[in-house]
């Protein structure tokens, strides 16, 4: 069984990759891997009320989000997204445990409302003033391809246009030693059942039993194993380099999913 | 959409573990709603629990994910011979065309709770016993019930606050669709921690009395927990009249606010329509409609202004969250569930606690119960970061 779609706009951020040209840069080996810690943009879409309550993983999300959008030339208010991640916001996770640690109890009212899984895709919608559906996704370390299958059912079954965004962001200490994500790092892509002016490549997508493909740089390897959405870093790598191919991405212990890449 | 079978299905929730409990319960107008006594949690509250869950073991090759959300999801897959059918349905179509699609908020949330309660002095490390994967991560109940029933088809947790799991009918539906499975284990779990309880309390959005959904004085939710399940299917060509379709599914967004509701519901009104499109159905097609119906003051006002924008004034509708308090990311799937016996026994069932009916609120809110046919029911699930999600359920025949 085969899903397939066009891709028309890509959105990368994360330790050592600045966006999605230069991320196609370093993939494609024009330029070298040089890693260091994510910047994360204030995201200026949001009113200023809301923006300073955004933490990492909002800011993660809605910067690969616009960017993907933006370079698909997609109208946003028009267009339903997948929200897929591995986690919440950690940093308020690990605030709010904390205040439950103590014997008062107090708990953020603002920090409750952010401590929700959903709480990227909430102010992306709020942001662009998306009414769209909107689904938010965890597989735990399988959550790139659970949105991206999720994304391509969107565009084989119901025939439009989708979001996909796949981000995730750290724990801080304790936590953090027993989730080890190391920093953040988004992937956003727009999906289109129709070849379009913006079309980047076709994606064909089966689930298979193949070993997954590794990336030969090692430390875009690390970034692979260490970060559940570098699990696309195969598939971008292809996309980068601009030829047909195919790669084979982890995901489930029972399952992995192959991907074929035929540029436009 | 093409519709889908709901073959077998199962709830849990404080009114009862398994169908017949919920029916009786629903049938008695009975709320399993009590004064709050939860671990340690000290406020003036009340909360649907499901006793036993701390009881209910798990295998013992899957102790790694024991947690109070896996427990309760345990239990609840053991009801009504699900977990048979969910067997029985991987026998016939082979494991790798069964996928799994559970909407949670919290997940097993409370393990990390317990575990930053006992950090290590110097270091603050967390105990060595503590497992963040197969607990605290929302995809720890799906991927607990995909190794429990030993499936091996996509899976996948929704986690959109409390539309959780109503919205994981659309991604299942579309998997199915998309001729990727053929069968989806569908549905919710979620169960009660300190950060729901706490978290809802500093809101101010949780009552101090059991939760009145759209009566005058109503003043917030109650919070409960709950697993509910669905095995859902292509529909067969011999299909029994009796039996329960999934007609439609409609999703929206607020674009609004994180925590509060559109305050005219637009948000919810698109979600409806989207869902009648969906179903290709006309407002005059749907008998009953279980509403989100939390009972805080806002969420009763915006959803009664879109249902009566869409449907009128005459349409009987209620929450049944009077009776099984706020299951949150569970209440989708335990609704879903308390539709298909509405339809199933010609019960629109009143809704609990509610005294006064709000003179503001012109949706047609019953109180008591009803027996009269229902063929078609619409089932709406709203979540903080404006998720919104209806489901269209109703006879085949």
Redo the contacts between chains.
């Keep these: 069984m085969k899903l397939s779609a066009y891709i028309g706009g890509i959105g990368v951020l994360g330790p050592g990759l600045q966006s999605w040209p230069h991320a196609a840069a370093v993939l494609s080996g024009l330029k070298p891997y040089l890693a260091a810690p994510t910047v994360l943009p204030t995201p200026a879409m949001l009113p200023p009320a809301e923006r300073r309550r955004t933490g990492r993983v909002v800011k993660l999300a809605l910067a690969v989000a616009l960017e993907a959008t933006a370079s698909a030339d997609a109208d946003p208010t028009l267009l339903p997204s997948v929200f897929s991640s591995s986690g919440s916001d950690g940093h308020i996770c690990h605030e709010i445990c904390q205040a439950l640690a103590l014997s008062t109890r107090e708990v953020s009212p603002t920090r409750f409302s952010n401590s929700v899984h959903n709480v990227a895709a909430g102010y992306w919608s709020i942001a662009t003033g998306s009414m769209t559906e909107s689904n938010v996704l965890c597989a735990f370390d399988a959550s790139f391809i659970a949105g991206l299958l999720d994304a391509l059912t969107q565009v084989a079954v119901d025939r439009h246009s989708v979001l996909l965004v796949a981000y995730d962001s750290e724990y801080p200490a304790p936590l953090h030693a027993k989730r080890p994500i190391p920093d953040a790092l988004g992937v956003a892509m727009v999906l289109t059942p129709e070849h379009s002016a913006t079309s980047i490549a076709r994606i064909d997508l089966t689930l298979t039993d193949e070993t997954c493909d590794s990336m030969s740089d090692l430390q875009l390897e690390a970034l692979r194993g260490a970060i559940p959405a570098a699990r696309s870093l195969p598939l971008l790598r292809l996309l980068a380099i601009g030829a047909a191919g195919r790669a084979v991405l982890d995901y489930l212990d029972v399952s992995r999913a192959a991907v074929q890449i035929d540029p436009c | 959409m093409k519709p889908l079978l709901l073959a077998e299905f199962t709830a849990t929730s404080c009114i009862g573990q398994g169908v017949a409990p919920t029916l009786t319960a629903l049938l008695e107008q009975r709320s399993g709603l009590a004064r709050c006594e939860f671990e340690t949690v ?1 406020i003036d509250t009340h909360i649907g629990e499901v006793p036993g869950v701390d009881a209910q073991p798990l295998p013992k090759d899957l102790q790694i994910f024991n947690c109070r959300n896996n427990r309760l999801a345990e239990l609840g897959v053991q009801q009504d011979g699900f977990f048979d059918a969910v067997q029985a349905a991987a026998a016939r179509w082979g494991r ?1 065309r069964v996928g799994v699609f559970i909407g949670t ?1 919290t997940a097993g ?1 409370m393990q ?2 317990l ?3 006992a ?1 290590e002095a110097v ?4 105990p060595p016993s ?4 197969t607990t605290h ?4 109940v ?2 607990y019930l995909r190794q429990r029933c030993r499936l ?1 088809g ?8 409390c539309a959780s799991s109503a ?1 994981v009918f ?2 299942a ?3 199915i ?4 499975i053929d069968a989806a284990l569908v549905g919710g779990t979620d169960s009660l921690c ?2 729901t309880l ?7 959005l949780s009552s101090p009395a059991p939760c009145r959904p759209f009566d005058a004085a109503r003043d917030g939710i109650s919070i409960g927990e709950a697993a509910a399940f669905v095995l859902l299917m292509r529909v067969p060509e011999n299909l029994d009249p009796d039996a329960v379709l999934l007609y439609g599914v409609g ?9 509060a509701p559109h305050p005219e519901g ?2 919810a009104k ?1 979600a409806m329509q ?1 869902a009648l499109t969906s179903a290709s159905m006309e407002p005059g097609d749907i008998d009953y409609i279980n509403l989100h119906g939390t009972g805080t003051p806002s969420n009763d006002r915006s959803e009664s202004q879109a249902v009566t924008s869409i449907f009128g004034p005459t349409t009987p509708c209620s929450s049944t969250k009077g009776a099984t308090g706020h299951t949150l990311g569970a209440s989708g799937a335990l609704e879903a569930v308390i539709s298909i016996l509405a339809i199933q026994n010609a019960l629109m069932p009143g809704g609990v606690h509610t005294t006064r009916i709000d003179p503001n609120l012109t949706a047609h809110y019953i109180k008591e119960n009803r027996r009269a046919p229902v063929l078609r029911v619409l089932s709406n699930s709203f ?5 919104n999600c209806s489901l269209i359920l109703g006879r085949a025949g």
Excluded: C, W
């Excluded at chain 2, 669709?177 to 990727?180: F, I, N, R, Y």
């Design positions: 000290k790798r908020s949330i990390t709770e575990a930053y309660r950090r270091s603050g490390a967390l503590f497992v963040y994967g991560n929302a995809f720890s799906a991927d091996e996509p899976a996948m947790v929704v986690s959109s606050a919205k659309g991604s539906r579309r998997m669709e998309a001729g990727l300190l950060t706490y978290g809802f309390h500093s809101l101010q999703e929206s967004s607020d674009a609004y606010h994180m925590s637009l948000g698109r989207a979540g903080f970061g404006g998720a």
